[in-house]
């Protein structure tokens, strides 16, 4: 099962971004999906997560600026970037849990002037 991502690039401070992640339809259907990143030198954290029903959690560091959401149509989530900041730059990768974890090949987000 592949997790496909796009909408990674460069962007200044204060810009927006989203990012969008499809899967297979039979693991969009039970998976509880997510978020990461990993900045270099820095572990993985999680960004956001949203369940396979809708319910959403979010990192401290992006609350109010970055929202995650569903589309059931086209198996895919996003992650909407807002007011971005330098210290966002990294690799982001979605993550899809079932009773395994299956990641994307992760998009570079750069936060630049």
């Known amino acids: 099962v592949q997790l496909v991502e796009s909408g990674g690039g460069l962007v200044e401070p204060g810009g927006s971004l989203r990012l969008s992640c499809s899967t297979a339809k039979r693991l969009f259907d039970v998976a509880n999906m997510a978020w990461y990143r990993q900045a270099p030198g820095k572990q993985r954290e999680l960004v956001a997560g949203i369940t396979s029903r809708g319910r959403t959690n979010y990192a401290d560091s992006v609350k109010g600026r970055f929202t995650i959401s569903r589309d059931e149509t086209n198996n895919t989530i996003y992650l909407h970037m807002n007011d971005l900041k330098p210290e966002d730059t990294a690799v982001y990768y979605c993550?899809?849990?079932?009773?395994?974890?299956?990641w994307g090949q992760g998009t570079q987000v750069t936060v630049s002037s």
């Open positions: 993550n899809a849990n079932t009773q395994n974890l299956f």
